[in-house]
């Protein structure tokens, strides 16, 4: 059942097993499951059915350190959330992502990939994606690594329908979480207020924050403001960490039209762990017949040999030129954050959420690491060659992005054994507290290379098993 806030009695009450606060890819799946597991949930939403101005205006913040976009532009706030414009690039975390320890001990997760991999095929049909990922055999320490694309798959429009038809979740749209009722980390209730001040109180047994990358801390910190340790403990690193994925045009390529159709190339694990380094996908994109040839005059003036013989598969349309790029993971450390700003407030009184965050040396020798290794690599396969930008290989830093990121917002509520590096234990919970889950991106101890959504999904499913079975 769907109703809306605006329209509620005033002081309205609802009880259910569950609370889920946002209703975007991490909350609907959630609420979906939970309801087929039989149990009561209600789904509290901060927008309605379409954009708002009022709402999404709520997500206003400040940018400091490196560039980075708009916070108000790089989120949505209603029904499906961020999914209403997502592009739809899909792939699952590999096995070494969940384990950096090679790098440092706070690079680990309490989970593995096969605490994901049962939940592949139920995530990838929520998606609307095979969940059959076409990976090539490594070749000399190389391989390549298949991605689906969603239609893009958007929650709100998908979903809408079975919301509305069901009898265990209750669906409050333009309720905005404001507070939580608290007794020694255990939440009995969470308020919610609407745009025209109409208050809800939800009381269930577990509560579930899933308000996206950024939101996840911004609410946290909050409710610890209003709270203190009843809710949680202050020491925990509750928004640090954050993460996005770096991208960025590292030059051109010539190659077999073999390479470019396979696109998404990986180095083995073994090489992350002899460089120390983290993990990447390098990409061969395709470029119109002009820019290959001039690709192939300027390699003929550099390399003659090769240069004929690419000129020869050219003509014979076995080779073209391509961009080359990268999508880069993000070391997690402590001072990338988001913090409450101590001037701004929204319109619930609640401090506008300050994101800062810089890269480090780790993922420039990363890029520079991995672009030397397929080069190479295509040199002594014969797939062809490189021409790298000149920052790429040297010492200067990453330069001035064209692209920001690629808004995706991970970390802040890490998921960890320790109290000092994380927010979230393995299933999810909230450290040291009774019944207060957080889900999406956030709770990435590392953000591998993979895009951040297929994972986001796998994981709600997980929780939802986890507090049906609890
Ligand atoms: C332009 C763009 C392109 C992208 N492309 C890709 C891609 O190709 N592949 C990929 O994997 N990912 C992509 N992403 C990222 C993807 O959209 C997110 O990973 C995904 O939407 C996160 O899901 P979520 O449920 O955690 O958060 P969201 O989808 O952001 O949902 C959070 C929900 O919480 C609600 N909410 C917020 N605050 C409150 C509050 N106080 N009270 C109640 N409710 C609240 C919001 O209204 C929203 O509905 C892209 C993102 C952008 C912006």
Redesign the pocket.
């Known amino acids: 059942m769907i109703s809306d806030l605006e329209g509620a009695d005033e002081g309205s009450v609802i009880e259910s097993d569950v609370c889920i606060?946002?209703?975007?890819?991490?909350?609907i799946s959630i609420a979906l499951k939970l309801a087929a597991l039989g149990k009561t949930v209600t789904l509290?939403?901060?927008?309605g059915f379409e954009y708002s101005e009022i709402?999404q205006e709520?997500y206003q913040g400040e940018v400091r350190g490196d560039p980075y976009f708009d916070l108000e532009i790089?989120?949505?706030?209603?029904?499906?959330?961020?999914?209403n414009?997502?592009?739809?690039?899909?792939r699952t975390f590999d096995s070494i992502d969940f384990d950096r320890s090679f790098i440092s001990e706070e690079l680990k997760w309490p989970i593995s990939k096969t605490d994901l991999d049962p939940f592949l095929d139920e995530a990838c049909g929520i998606l609307d994606i095979d969940p059959v990922f076409y990976d090539s055999d490594y070749v000399a320490g190389i391989k390549s690594v298949n991605y689906k694309v969603s239609p893009?798959t958007r929650f709100g429009e998908k979903y809408r329908a079975a919301l509305q038809a069901s009898d265990t979740i209750g669906l409050m749209l333009n309720?905005?979480?404001v507070d939580v009722v608290v007794n020694d980390r255990n939440i009995s209730a969470a308020i919610?207020k609407s745009y025209n001040g109409k208050e809800l109180t939800v009381r269930a047994d577990k509560f579930v924050l899933?308000?996206?990358?950024i939101?996840n801390s911004r609410?946290l910190l909050w409710l610890h403001q209003n709270q203190g340790d009843a809710l949680y403990d202050g020491a925990l690193p509750v928004g640090n960490y954050w993460m996005e994925h770096l991208e960025y045009i590292l030059g051109e390529a010539l190659v077999d039209s073999d390479i470019v159709e396979r696109n998404a190339f990986v180095l083995a694990d073994e090489t992350q762990r002899e460089e120390k380094i983290l993990n990447c996908v390098l990409r061969t994109i395709g470029v119109p017949k002009s820019t290959t040839k001039q690709l192939v005059t300027d390699l003929l003036c550099v390399a003659p040999s090769i240069g004929e013989k690419m000129a020869g598969l050219v003509g014979k349309n076995l080779a073209c030129g391509a961009i080359f790029e990268v999508s880069c993971e993000q070391l997690p450390v402590r001072s990338n954050r988001i913090t409450l700003s101590r001037t701004e407030k929204d319109k619930f009184g609640k401090p506008r959420p300050v994101l800062y965050w810089k890269k480090s040396p780790l993922e420039k020798r990363t890029v520079a690491a991995a672009a030397r290794a397929f080069n190479k690599w295509l040199i002594d396969q014969d797939h062809g060659r490189l021409r790298l930008d000149g920052w790429v290989l040297d010492d200067r830093p990453f330069p001035e992005p064209e692209d920001l990121g690629?808004?995706?917002h991970m970390g802040g509520t890490r998921m960890g054994e320790s109290t000092e590096t994380s927010v979230v234990d393995l299933n999810c919970r909230v450290h040291d507290t009774d019944n207060l889950y957080i889900?999406?991106?956030s709770v990435f101890a590392t953000g591998g290379y993979s895009?951040?959504?297929?994972p986001?999904v796998q994981l709600s499913l997980r929780l939802a098993n986890h507090i049906a079975q609890s």
């Open positions: 606060v946002g209703a975007g890819a991490a909350g509290c939403e901060a927008g709402s709520v790089a989120r949505l706030r209603y029904l499906g959330g961020t999914t414009h997502w592009a739809g690039d899909c893009p309720a905005n979480i919610f899933a308000t996206g990358g939101e609410i690629e808004y995706h889900a999406g991106s895009n951040p959504t297929l986001i």
